[in-house]
């Protein structure tokens, strides 16, 4: 993993590829929500902490993958969380999962803040800061596929 960055790169193996040998769909979302989480890490942010640290929690209310090209086993493949949007009271990470810099896939992951009521609430400053490092988006998936 790049430090900061929440990048990661791993190798397909049999155990992620259906059995025509092409990703399996759910490994991707485990990849995700890994990246976020490693990332959260390198910038002192926990997710099962920020009530502690900033009296929130966070709730995922929607996730996506699009599926450009399929990727095979033994394939190297680099997930690296993207800032997608930060709005008042949530905000969107997106990964970007690429082979040799082709994009394979592109995931997104939805999360809103909740004060200890389940009240909305902002983003924490502290969140906000750490999700304006992150990098821009490198590929435009409005295109079609």
Known sequence: MTEH??????????????AVGIAYFGIYYRWMER???????????RSGEMQDQFGIVTV??????????????????????????????SYRVGFEFTRTRELITRGQMTF???D?????????????????????????????V
């Not at 960055?5 to 259906?18: A, W």
Request: net charge positive.
């Open 112 to 114: 809103a803040c909740r």
């Open 5 to 18: 960055s929440g990048r990661l790169t791993f190798r397909l193996t049999y155990g992620d590829c259906d």
């Open 60 to 89: 995922g209310i929607s996730s996506a993958a699009r599926y450009v090209q399929p990727a095979k086993v033994f394939d190297e493949l680099t997930c690296q969380p993207v800032l997608d949007r930060i709005g008042e009271s």
């Open 116 to 144: 200890l009521n389940w009240n909305k609430s902002s983003v924490p400053e502290a969140l906000v800061k750490a999700l304006r490092a992150l990098p821009a988006p490198s590929f435009d998936v409005s295109a079609p």
């Open 35 to 45: 990246a976020y989480s490693s990332w959260l890490f390198s910038h002192g942010i």
